[in-house]
């Protein structure tokens, strides 16, 4: 096993005092010698770390005795080095900006599937009622040049921020279908899943845990390509592997 444990995690929670808050969590990561980016919202926490495994779960372990943190999980991957150069800390309006505060997970999640019930649509292309099922790439154009599940909808959007427009162009011609919406780790979905939903799509589910969650628990069934991911790692094929550059641009231009 590679010796650099390097974490994705999310939580939809209420935060005050942000400010007491990142000075407290900022010093835990610096005496375990942590470095990564935590995003820090009025609606909760988003981050990237990595460091030697035992004070990564160590800080984990510690962030989890604040009650708002309890149910934290995390996705997992291992690199031979430090994929990130420093420790940051940034107190931010939301996790993800999408720009439409009423859409709030805190209050409750937009349904999901787990990812080996995923696969079993994908192996027969329709969900348990027959459904033809259509992946919803809720990602940036960069992102999806990477690699994305086979025949997933994209719209090229820049930002997230512009997914809401996008989706919404298309409403009419996706309602009798089962949408699977899909992100990285899963944060994007927690909200483009409440906003799908808000405009009538019934039918829809986020994937739960995002790409990487599905490449940890089914591999490549389905996907083509790799991951891109926010660190200097820059993608990590199905295995959870990271892949060299020269070969992530190859694949890239292949896709292409």
């Keep these: ?35 990564g980016t935590i995003l820090l919202t009025g609606e909760g926490i988003n981050m990237f770390l990595a460091g030697n495994e035992p004070e990564l779960r160590s800080f984990l372990d510690w962030l989890r005795l604040d009650a708002r943190f309890k149910s934290l999980e995390s996705k997992d991957s291992w690199s031979e080095t430090q994929p990130f150069k420093k420790m940051l800390i ?31 649509w994908l192996d027969r292309g329709t ?67 409440l906003y799908m939903r808000e405009i009538g799509m019934q039918h829809s589910y986020q994937l739960e845990g995002g790409i990487l969650k599905y490449f940890e628990e089914v591999g490549s069934a389905h996907y083509t390509g790799t991951c891109f991911v926010f660190d200097e790692r820059e993608a990590l094929e199905p295995s959870l592997e990271s892949i060299p550059l020269e070969a992530s641009i190859r694949k890239k231009q292949k896709l292409n």
């Design 127 to 193: 969900d348990d009622l027959g459904r033809p099922v259509v992946m919803v790439d809720t990602r940036n154009a960069f992102e999806v040049e990477y690699g994305t599940f086979e025949n997933a909808l994209h719209f090229n959007i820049d930002k997230f921020t512009e997914f809401p427009e996008a989706i919404s162009a298309h409403k009419d011609e996706l309602m009798d279908k089962t949408l699977v919406s899909f992100c990285t780790g899963g944060i994007r979905c927690e909200k483009s899943g």
């Design 90 to 120: 940034k107190i931010k309006n939301e996790i993800i900006r999408m720009n439409h505060p009423m859409i709030r997970p805190e209050q409750g999640r937009a349904n999901f599937i787990t990812p080996k019930k995923l696969q079993e």
């Design 1 to 35: 096993m590679k010796p650099i444990l390097n974490i994705a995690a999310y939580l939809f929670v209420s935060l005050d005092n942000l400010v007491e808050l990142r000075a407290k969590i900022l010093d835990e990561c610096n005496a375990r010698h942590l470095k």
